[in-house]
């Protein structure tokens, strides 16, 4: 059938018509289940609405009111829910800003806290700075060992104070110094185990901020130094071995930097008191032409210095200390004209920077120690009234300083050292009375010394020294027997340190000195005969400076008490030729009826002695022979 007449209907009557309760199809017509869902016609929506009314047995126009109802219900829903979104969105955006305006206020408070705290740090360590820096100095100067450990003291409490992360590079670098300075104080005070843990503290930060920068001079110095103390202090304790080490260690250390800055002062002071350290200890262990060939690069290096910064102070402090060097050398070498000479060209310069600063105890004890060295090597040369004038312008001058500040034990060492030193010599000039005095106050501040720090070999063996010049004392006045007591308290001191280091010159002269005086006052000849043939054997083993006139003339004086005057004849013209003429040799040839005569050409000699220019320097880090 074709649609829009009845007999043309494509669908059956049961399509077209209801049917009843019974199942029989009646005249009531009714839309069959079908839709066009072409465009233009029904469309997909109302297509799937006559499907769906067709299938319920509900009107078309209903569902699709129905629909169109539902469809406002989800609309509206939807709406709401966006504008709760929204609302919520525009809460939450609000709130961030509100947020970010005060994290904003925040951040700015705390940079200008951090800044302030900053600010505050950077004036503490300025503050720190200073007090490790200039005012140490001005301490150091006038030797207020106490004010400077207290100072030192309070910088160490500052850097213990401050929390992990506020531990810059810049606070490690001052508190490795202020543990540099409590060493260096320790030191001075004889405290050598406290002075050793400072020192190790110290190079344990500076090791750590030399490495992490090997190409930053100020920080390889830094840590150089700190080397440097740590064999200072083994030096102290006659570690030779350990000292050398400490001291080449502080040479390697410098080696980075070196190659980069080569005219960087601190640099070159640096490489140059380690030049003279060495030298020291290579001087110590018997290797005079290794010393010398470290002495002569030092030289070198203070020559650049002073190029470099002719007005300061600082080096010309040390200069005066590489004449004392370069004297001791020519002595060992029996040149004792040449060592007159250096000797006084370093007391020159340190009166003249006295003169120019009096109230730097630093420099007066370095004008105590050359007076001192000065006065025993004239009178080594015969001139018995300028030595004895010397040695008593250093006693006196370190007797003040003792006094200004007693805790200082080098004052302390020094003042006993240099009297039994002068006491020799009025011994020797007939004035017991005198030496007497001197030799007990000696004594009696060695002994106080040595018992507050055994480990001090220095503080020993200038006990010794003053044990045997009493022992010479009571046997110059008739009393053998306190007179070998005294010297074999000093033996039993000097034997194991000779033992220990036999290449030592100081170590060797007292050792062989006490063994003869021994020998003069043993009741028992054999034994004498025995000590002094010990005590030349001891001598004529030494491998170097065999030309030290005081090493021969105690040879000499061996020879002759054996017997010997033809094998010690050599050595007496060795003698006469280099103007040696200490009174303890003249009276010992003076007895043995041994002409023994001025040189009359050592005066010129004398004058004509070439000293070094006043370029020449030693390292400030090293104390110079006493």
Known sequence: DLPGRESEECFCPALRHRIDANGAITRERTEPIAADARAGKDGKANAKLKLIAGMLDVGFDALKQRELQRRNRRMAAITALALIVMAVTITLAVFALISRHNAVIAQHQADVAKQAAERRQKQAEDLVGFMLGDLNDKLQQVSRLDIMRAVDDQAMAYFESLPPSDVSDSALTQRAKALEKIGNVRMDQGQLSGAMEAFRASTRISAQLAAESPANVARQVAYSRTLAFIGMNYWNQSKLDAARHAFEAGQQALRTSRARTEDDPSLLLQRAILEGDLGHVLEAQGHADAAETTYRSELSLFQRLVALKPGSTDYAAQLGDSHNDLGKLALQRGDLATAVAQYRADDAIETRLSERDPRNNHQRENIVRIRAILGRTLALAGDIQDGMRALQQAVDSASQLMKF????????DDVALYSAQLARLQ????????????????????????????SNSGWQQDLASTLTEQAAELYAANQPDAARSKVQSALRILEPM??????????LLSTVTARLLLADVSADPQIAQRLRHDALKTMQAQKTGKADPRLLALQVEAMVALGSKAEAQPRIKQLWNSGYRDLALVDVLRRAHIDYPPNPDFPARLLAAPSQDDHVMQPAGKEAHK
């Open 427 to 454: 011994r020797l000039n007939g004035d017991l009375t005198a030496a007497n005095a001197l030799t007990a106050q000696s004594a009696e501040i060695l002994s106080a010394l040595s018992r507050k720090d055994p």
């Open 405 to 412: 500040d007693p805790s200082q034990t080098d004052y302390q």
């Open 498 to 507: 000779l033992a220990k280091n036999s290449d030592d010159r100081d170590s």
